[in-house]
């Protein structure tokens, strides 16, 4: 059962630590932010765009072969 979007925006912030450590490894896709973490890939989709809203990762240049973009730590100031 998918969960209310409300209630996903609302983890942002106790979530945002754990996806800034796995990024920590180097750069990742949704799915396999997903798969290292265990969160459902809609769930990590909507935190990953407020992460990259808010300057705390950057998409990398090009694509994977499956077409998903790289997600990348952002040193923030």
Do not use: H, N, Q
């Not at 996903?8 to 997903?34: K, S």
Request: no cysteine.
């Amino acid at each position: 059962m998918k969960r209310d979007p409300r209630e996903v925006v609302r983890d942002e912030p106790f979530v945002r630590p754990r996806l800034i450590e796995a990024l920590g490894e180097g750069a990742m896709t949704v799915p396999e932010l997903a798969s290292a973490t265990g969160w459902p890939p809609e769930e990590v989709m909507a935190w990953v765009m407020g992460l990259r809203k808010y300057g705390y990762v950057a998409e990398e240049p090009g694509k994977d072969d499956a077409g998903y973009y790289r997600y990348r730590v952002v040193r923030r100031r």
